[in-house]
């Protein structure tokens, strides 16, 4: 078989229901697995796009385990955790979407009905859906998971303070991080499935593990938002962010742009930012600002200046970015408020630091486009 179209990568199930299908299809798990995982767990993945061949399937094996068919408050999700996660993954992985989701982290799919009950996401009836949400879980046992899994609460309230396009409020309860969803929106009691497409699907990425350029990425997505300056500010600003906070984890996945209902489409909300650093399998930064000769560019000015736009362009990209180095400056602060461990506090505080002087290096000239 060929290369993978790379949009379907973004389909393929990764960790927990990647493992429960291979099982599940009596298959060992390989490399070569892509299309028969697509073909039978893409039936409800993130964003508008599914296989009509995954929908049979789980329509022909659908679970209907009386105990997750009903509402459950929230009180009895966090206190009893334990046997609900467990109930839900023996009896509720394909309910609960688990087949279409990516990261190493065990996540399913729930939604909130209008009375604030709490169901799997495919045991309710679409006019009777509030809100769509992700439960995500540590990727490991260790205590460094649970405390990655906590920080990307306060991670994320870190996130809005500082103007990045965020979604809703992420919380953490005993455990477990609340997530709502961005790429489903209710109107007129059904479900609205926007599109969504990684940067590494509009890069031509035709497999996981690809350490890209960050203008790579940046090429890939410019002929397809709409507001091409402001999407450029808002990239640089959540790699900064990234470098600031020591979210080490921020491959080509973990960026995605979606088409909203007006036809506009822009980079997603920001999601999975968290303190990766921490992470025992020390994850390293996969995407990075990359010269013509393949050289790590370390100055924000030095960024700006080869960006594929006009000097115009680069001037209001240049201004914005100058004028978050106060937000930068100012985050042990907003961290410390947001609810950041003050430990994570203390160690960022160097790399805050770093950026910072990265971006403040150089002498900008408006006039004659740029100078060092």
């Not at 009596?26 to 073909?39: A, F, N, R, Y």
């Not at 994320?156 to 477990?176: D, I, P, Q, W």
């Not at 924000?300 to 240049?318: C, G, H, R």
Request: charged content about 25%; proline content about 4%.
């Amino acid at each position: 078989m060929g290369e993978c179209p790379p949009f379907l990568l973004d389909m393929v199930p990764q960790g927990n229901g990647r493992r429960y299908l291979t099982q599940r299809l009596g298959l060992t798990d390989s490399d070569d697995l892509v299309m028969p995982l697509i073909q039978h767990g893409s039936f409800n993945p993130v964003g508008r796009l599914r296989l009509d061949t995954a929908v049979a399937y789980a329509n022909s094996v659908r679970e209907d385990d009386a105990s997750l068919q009903r509402g459950f408050t929230l009180d009895e999700i966090v206190g009893r955790k334990d046997a609900f996660i467990e109930n839900l993954s023996r009896h509720g992985m394909l309910g609960a979407g688990t087949t279409g989701l990516q990261g190493a982290s065990a996540k399913f799919m729930l939604v909130k009905n209008n009375e604030g009950l709490w169901f799997i996401d495919s045991f309710i009836h679409e006019p009777d859906i509030a809100s769509h949400w992700l439960l995500k879980l540590p990727r490991g046992k260790h205590e460094t998971d649970q405390a990655i899994l906590k920080n990307e609460a306060a991670y994320m309230k870190v996130a809005r303070a500082c103007g990045l396009r965020s979604h809703g409020e992420t919380f953490y309860r005993n455990g477990m991080l609340f997530v709502p969803r961005f790429d489903r929106v209710m109107k007129n009691g059904a479900v609205v499935r926007l599109h969504q497409e990684s940067l590494a699907s509009l890069a031509g990425h035709h497999s996981f593990g690809i350490r890209p350029n960050h203008f790579d990425l940046i090429n890939a997505f410019l002929p397809v938002v709409t507001d091409p300056v402001n999407e450029v500010i808002e990239y640089i600003k959540r790699d900064l962010l990234n470098l600031a906070l020591r979210n080490t984890d921020n491959h080509a996945r973990n960026t995605a742009v979606q088409q909203l209902e007006d036809g506009s489409v822009r980079l997603t909300p920001v999601f999975d930012i968290s303190p990766m650093f921490m992470d025992r399998e020390m994850i390293v930064r996969s995407s990075r600002w990359l010269d013509k000769y393949g050289q790590v560019i370390n100055h924000f000015v030095d960024v700006i200046e080869e960006l594929p736009l006009e000097n115009e362009e680069k001037n209001a990209v240049m201004l914005a970015i100058k004028l978050f180095s106060k937000v930068v400056e100012d985050l042990p602060l907003t961290m410390e408020a947001c609810g950041v461990d003050a430990d994570i506090i203390d160690m960022c505080q160097p790399h805050i630091n770093s950026v910072c002087e990265s971006i403040d290096k150089g002498r900008y000239v408006e006039k004659n486009g740029w100078s060092r």
